[in-house]
C-alpha cells in the first residue's frame, strides 16, 4: 500500500488547468486500488476544485483515507461540512491571529470566513481530524504565538 498525492487545483483563473474528471478517473482506477491515503493539495485550494464533491466519493469508493490542506474560505457550507463527512485528516492554514494580518498574509482571504468554517467544523465534531498550520517565514513567525493563542482561546 502507499500513500498517493493528487494535485487537482491550480491557481490561475483558467480552469483548463485544473485536473479534469476523465484524468482522475484515469489516476483512481490506476493507483487508488492500492493507495492507502489520498492527499487532495496542490497549487491550489482544493475547495474551489471544481470537482470537489466528486474528488471525494471517488477516493471514498476505493476506500481511501482522504487529507486535504485548506484555508477554509468558502462560501460553500455543503463543501465545509463535505470535508467533515469525508475527509480524515484536515490541515487548516491559519495564517494570522486577527484579521489585519490573517488578511495581509493571505490576499483575498476572509479572516472572517475562516473563524466562522472553523467553528462550524468544530461544532460538528470534527476537531479531532483538523490539524493547524500558521505560516512561519521571517515577516510572520513573531505572529505565531499570537496565532496559537487565538485558535486556543477562541475555539
Given at each position: ?13 483558467d480552469l483548463s488547468l485544473n485536473m479534469s474528471t ?34 471525494l466519493s471517488l477516493a471514498r469508493k476505493y476506500n ?23 475527509v480524515d485528516m484536515i490541515c487548516v492554514s491559519s ?61
Amino acid at each position: 500500500h502507499r500513500d498517493l498525492h493528487s494535485f487537482p487545483t491550480r491557481r490561475s483563473s483558467d480552469l483548463s488547468l485544473n485536473m479534469s474528471t476523465d484524468l482522475l478517473d484515469k489516476v483512481a482506477s490506476e493507483l487508488f486500488p492500492t493507495a492507502r491515503i489520498v492527499d487532495y493539495h496542490g497549487n491550489g485550494e482544493f475547495l474551489c476544485y471544481p470537482h470537489f464533491e466528486y474528488a471525494l466519493s471517488l477516493a471514498r469508493k476505493y476506500n481511501c483515507r482522504i487529507r486535504t490542506v485548506t484555508n477554509l474560505n468558502t462560501y460553500s457550507k455543503k463543501r465545509i461540512s463535505m470535508l467533515g463527512e469525508y475527509v480524515d485528516m484536515i490541515c487548516v492554514s491559519s495564517d494570522g491571529p486577527n484579521k489585519s494580518s490573517y488578511e495581509n498574509i493571505r490576499k483575498g482571504g476572509s479572516f472572517k470566513l475562516f473563524c466562522e468554517n472553523l467553528e462550524f467544523l468544530i461544532s460538528q465534531g470534527r476537531s479531532d481530524l483538523i490539524i493547524l498550520m500558521t505560516l512561519a517565514k521571517d515577516n510572520t513567525f513573531c505572529r505565531f504565538r499570537r496565532t496559537v493563542s487565538f485558535i486556543f482561546s477562541n475555539f
